[in-house]
């Protein structure tokens, strides 16, 4: 099976100019102009951008969290994270306590496998890594799995205390693996809490209240502070704040290997999204949670200025009409997160190129670029190069739609809400491709649930 696609105008991270790419098979061959090759299939590009597919690093699909399980499993959020342009997930897996993270791992690829739409991999959460379960990061960084994520929040759940932490990090350093942290202080947060529900505040707005920025700031200086003494890098996952954002500035002005990501949500909604009236806040329930809205110019700049890396979704999606409403008593037993793996790319674009924040090269980084950069995919990923994966969406900067859950063009989530409901965008993606093979055809999946395979990640190198 061989593509050609003629007329784009080839955007990457650091290069932009017009050519046109042939594919053989799953791969990019040819780069160049006027390429006259005969093709199983050409594709008119004329007026469109031709983008690296998006690289999302931080989902949850399937996911037993909260006293349920995210709606959107492995079939449903592949192919709505396809129709927007996102053609590799990293996933988390999860080690059950007590039990060894191989065995999460194994779990996960049932859940995954002959069911994604789009190529995948994971990153481990560990728990639990008392004694013999040390070495058990070896044979997963075997497999292909070479983050572990590491939770200071929830605890009783999955928050692992800091000397735990610590003796994780020391032996992911020796590995060279990279630690993503979760980085709120739990202990601390839970406190407070208590403190609100004495107080008879139970909606949901009480969640954001009871998580303030600087019980964030103060678990991102820790976990660098552990991670310097420990001696590996890490990664902050779903940044949200100007405080955290400070604390990476600052390590990363001192050399460190610290790298963040930041979300959607959290450069596009505010903390008045959880004060609307009657239950609608237990929609925007995550953690960490949405911010005063000053913090989003902030996280925009950090973006730009590349203190920050990469933008994630944290996709965790549940239902509003009877997942959400676990809390509608008290917000603790609101299952935390949100959906957002289906536009992403056209938020970023719209918010980032189109509103003047970001350059067209520096969307493609963060949204696909930088993440398979830091998580060993690169080349095969992120990039339109010859001998890389032909990963590639066709994007039209012009066309302009309303994100709404009754929008068959936005969504094609299980989840019953849209987080960023009648948000206007422009900039939408047309075709995909994943390794070749095209799965959205101007709007409509073509594609197959199994198309998508597992991909083994090299490890982190700085
Ligand atoms: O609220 C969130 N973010 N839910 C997903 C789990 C996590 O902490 O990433
Ligand atoms: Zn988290
Ligand atoms: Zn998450």
Redesign the pocket.
Known sequence: MSVLIKNGRIITAVEDFHSDIFIQDETVTTIGKNLDMPADEIIDAKGRYVIPGGVDPHT?FDMP?GGTVTVDNFASGTRAAAHGGTTTMIDFAIQTMGESPLKGLETWHQKAAGNTAVDYAFHMILTDMEGERMKDMRSLIDEGITSFKLFMAYPGVLYMNDGMIYRTMREAGEFGALICM?AENGIVIDEIIKEAIEAGKTEPKWHGLTRPTQMEAEAVHRTIAISELANVPIYI??LTCSDALEEVKQARANGLPVHAETCPQYLLLDHSYLEQDGFEGAKYV??PPLREKWNQEELWRGLQMGHLQAVAT?H?SFRFHDQKTLGKDVFTKIP??APGVENRLSLIFNGGVVEDRISLNKFVDITSTAAAKIFGLYPKKGTIAVGSDADIVIFDPERRETISVNNPHMHHLKADYNAFEGFEVTGISETVLSRGRVIVRKGEFVGEQGHGQFVKRNLFTA
Do not use: I, P
Request: with cysteine; net charge negative.
């Open positions: 949850h969290f979760h996952v779903h995550m953690s944290d965790c935390n997160g």
